[in-house]
């Protein structure tokens, strides 16, 4: 079965950095469009980043130059760096693969920035 399986998240200060992991079993990440969602209290699920398989990559204006997506193909993990994080970032972020017709969740990791 697919398995998307994040790690990485915790407690950080303002400014500081996190890198999240999404470890993928059953799905070829080279050869799909992954993402990254979070989700804060009382909010919608939002998108933060995505990779296509052609290593495009996407951001809404509330990251962009903050955080970037990777990939390592080899691995089969996909990455988030997250940079000069804000308070407002908290969140439970979330992996995502899209494949075919196909979305794919992972569990989420937490995400917590103390301002």
């Known amino acids: 079965q697919v398995r998307l399986v994040e790690s990485g998240g915790g407690l950080v200060q303002a400014g500081e950095s996190l890198t999240l992991s999404c470890a993928a079993s059953g799905v070829i990440v080279s050869s799909s469009r992954m993402g990254w969602y979070r989700q804060a209290p009382g909010k919608q699920r939002e998108l933060v980043a995505f990779?296509?398989?052609?290593?495009?990559?996407n951001y809404p204006d509330a990251v962009k130059d903050r955080f970037t997506i990777s990939r390592d193909n080899a691995k089969n993990t996909v990455y988030l760096l997250m940079n000069s994080l804000k308070p407002e970032d908290t969140a439970v972020y979330y992996c995502n693969a899209h494949y075919g017709y196909q979305t794919y969740w992972g569990q989420g990791t937490q995400v917590t920035v103390s301002s």
């Open positions: 990779i296509t398989s052609g290593s495009f990559t």
